[in-house]
């Protein structure tokens, strides 16, 4: 069974642009989850979705914004991006929903690099 | 709010060595705890996942126990090999705030040496 796979996996983009990153879960997997790595902040949660509906949300700005499709592929949108946006933006997914009692399963990741 | 803290930050051994790596977190209101490991620039790839409800998971060479009371996890890898070289992470699932979440400790980068 093939793994959570993320495309592209690695983007250079310039302060202001906006980029999307996609997600497709583990087949059979409806829930996903997006989380961002930096070396000074270490991974921290930005939403889960399930079923096309966002179920949580972590504290990040409004430039930070995702969706799911009916196929349970799943994109994740920063806009006006700013320095501090580079990062290991990671997906991973699950059968059932459950962030925090459920075993995640997670993709390779994205690196963003914004200059 | 749920913290989690990892120490050492970097831990470097011999092969062959034992070791253990060490997860600490301040709320024991958890579901389960997750150890990952971690290769440069990969993805995260799930060793070992304790329901809240047990004390300890084993798969391979890997052991990890948890101690909800005291807040604390260990993952224990025997005969350590330079394969093992990565970041391990641990990560709290739990309910706050209202919401489900997953907290990450900031995990220990381990070295094994040949």
């Known amino acids: 069974k093939a793994g959570v796979t993320q495309t592209p996996r690695y983007l250079i983009k310039t302060r202001g642009q906006q980029v999307t990153l996609s997600c497709s879960p583990i087949s059979g997997h409806r829930s996903v989850s997006w989380y961002q790595q930096t070396p000074g902040q270490g991974l921290q949660f930005l939403f889960e979705y399930f079923s096309e509906t966002q179920r949580n949300k972590g504290n990040f700005p409004g430039r930070f914004s995702g969706r799911q499709f009916s196929n349970s592929r799943s994109e994740m949108n920063v806009s006006t991006l700013e320095l501090g946006d580079s990062a290991l933006y990671l997906c991973?997914?699950?059968?059932?929903?459950?962030?925090?009692?459920?075993?995640?399963?997670f993709g390779p990741g994205t690196r963003l690099t914004v200059l | 709010k749920q913290e989690v803290t990892q120490i050492p930050a970097a831990l470097s051994v011999p092969e062959g060595e034992n070791l253990v790596l060490n997860c600490s977190f301040t709320?024991?209101?958890?579901?389960?705890l997750q150890w990952f490991r971690q290769d440069p620039g990969k993805g995260l790839t799930s060793l070992l996942l304790?329901?809240?409800?047990?004390r300890e998971q084993t798969s391979g060479r890997l052991n990890a126990s948890l101690d909800k009371s005291s807040g604390r996890s260990t993952l224990y890898i025997a005969a350590s090999q330079p394969g093992d070289s990565a970041t391990y992470l641990c990560a709290v699932g739990g309910y706050q705030g209202g919401s489900e979440k997953l907290v990450f400790g900031k995990g220990t980068k381990l070295t094994v040496n040949p």
């Open positions: 991973a997914s699950n059968f059932i929903p459950g962030l925090g009692t459920q075993e995640q399963f």
């Open positions: 304790i329901q809240s409800s047990q």
């Open positions: 709320d024991s209101a958890i579901y389960n």
